[in-house]
């Protein structure tokens, strides 16, 4: 078996469309027999996916990942274990003891800084893990904040006061927007801080290519749905894809995949709670 992480100077690297090399890993009867880094000449995102099949690669352990590339993986036959972080060589033999756990597409942040699985958003914008990722002294620490989220308009989007807890994540590991996760990298226990973030450091720009158009006689059940309406359409695996319907006719319904904080200006009093070392 195969396996490939996502590399940087020892680390398991923590943006798979960024990945710049991966080291492969040569295993029999659950050991390392060998192994070697490979770099990926520029290739991103759905493009690595390719690029990890013509190496003949069984499974991928990295950090952050969106849906995209997670659907492109499940098409060539690769596993994903994500959300990983920490040693290289350590994660490999996590995963060959069986102890490594995959938090399956991770990079679909709703940009009010849940982390990932908190809504299982999939198949959106990629917009994880900017250059501070993994940096800084919370860096790799499990971090506890409260924090509250607005548009530039001043409308509140998402509070973790409201909810009455705290949110837990653990800081440069993949599991949070870009500039969220650099914010609190360098924070203090007890300090509060205002970021204003610009898409680039959230959700980055709409894509048009995840904007479809579908004829309703190939989609049972769509001339039930209305313009504006969210749905969850199911992808070949039968994982859920979260779409919104944008137009509609009497022929055609046009679906949009990208988040729904996609392209926006993000605001957010962050106040971090606590810090512990995992």
């Given amino acids: 078996m195969r396996i490939a992480v996502t590399y940087e100077n020892g680390e398991v690297f923590q943006h798979f469309g ?37 190496q003949g690669i069984d499974v991928l352990i990295c950090g952050g990942i969106g849906g995209g590339a997670q659907m492109a993986l499940s098409e060539g036959g690769i596993e994903l274990c994500a959300g990983a972080s920490g040693n290289a060589d350590e994660a ?23 982390s990932c699985a908190d809504h299982g958003h999939e198949g959106g914008q990629c917009g994880c893990h900017p250059e501070t990722a993994g940096k800084g002294k919370n860096s790799g620490k499990k971090c506890s904040v409260h924090y509250r989220g ?13 909810r009455g807890e705290p949110l837990e994540f653990v800081c440069g ?4 927007i870009p500039g969220f996760d650099a914010a609190v990298a360098e924070m203090e226990i007890g300090e509060t801080v205002n970021v204003h973030l610009m898409p680039s450091e959230a959700y980055g720009e709409p894509d048009p290519r995840a904007i479809f158009t ?12 209305s313009a504006g309406e969210k749905a969850y359409l199911q992808n070949m695996y039968g994982q859920p894809v979260p779409v919104t319907v ?22 957010f009093m962050i106040e971090l709670v606590s810090v512990q070392e995992q």
């Fill in 18 to 54: 960024h990945s710049e090399q991966f080291k492969v890993y040569e295993t029999e009867n659950g050991e390392v027999i060998s192994s070697k880094v490979i770099g990926t000449d520029g290739a991103g995102h759905s493009a690595l996916a390719s690029f990890l099949g013509e």
């Fill in 92 to 114: 490999v033999e996590a995963y060959l003891r069986g102890e490594l756990i995959n938090t399956g597409a991770n990079c679909d942040h709703h940009g009010e800084g849940h």
């Fill in 214 to 225: 579908v004829d309703l006689d190939q989609m049972p059940g769509a001339e039930n749905f």
């Fill in 150 to 162: 607005t548009f530039n308009d001043g409308t509140q989007f998402d509070s973790s006061y409201d």
């Fill in 173 to 176: 590991a993949g599991m949070m």
């Fill in 246 to 267: 944008t137009a509609k006719d009497e022929k055609t319904i046009t679906f949009d995949a990208n988040h729904e904080m996609a392209g926006k200006e993000l605001n």
